[in-house]
């Protein structure tokens, strides 16, 4: 297993956590998963699939000022949400390679 195929792993967990939030929010958690899912297999199903930076025009697209997107965006990089991400990948990596002590 690679240390980017866990991405999917993460993002899983991070859907699940937001359909759960959906459910409390809604008193729906019946339909918060299928709501999120569905949504999120949109986007992915809508993204440009090639090319260089394909990721970030998608992400600039959706997250353009003033939106909630950039509002979640803003929020991500302030917590340092993807520093983390880069460290647990370097770590899952090490490990990988058999250095991890």
Not at 14 to 25: E, F, I, N, R, V
Not at 40 to 56: E, I, T, Y
């Amino acid at each position: 297993m690679s240390r980017i195929s866990v991405i999917g792993t993460g993002l899983f967990d991070l859907m699940a956590t937001g359909a759960d939030w959906l459910g409390k929010q809604s008193r729906n958690a019946a339909s918060s998963g299928f709501h999120t899912t569905q949504l999120l297999a949109g986007f992915l199903h809508g993204m440009n699939k090639n090319g260089a930076g394909a990721l970030v025009r998608d992400r600039d697209a959706l997250a353009t000022d003033g939106t909630l997107s950039l509002q979640m965006t803003d929020a991500l990089r302030t917590g340092q949400a993807h520093k983390m991400l880069q460290d647990m990948l370097d770590a899952i990596g090490a490990r990988l390679e058999g250095k991890d002590d």
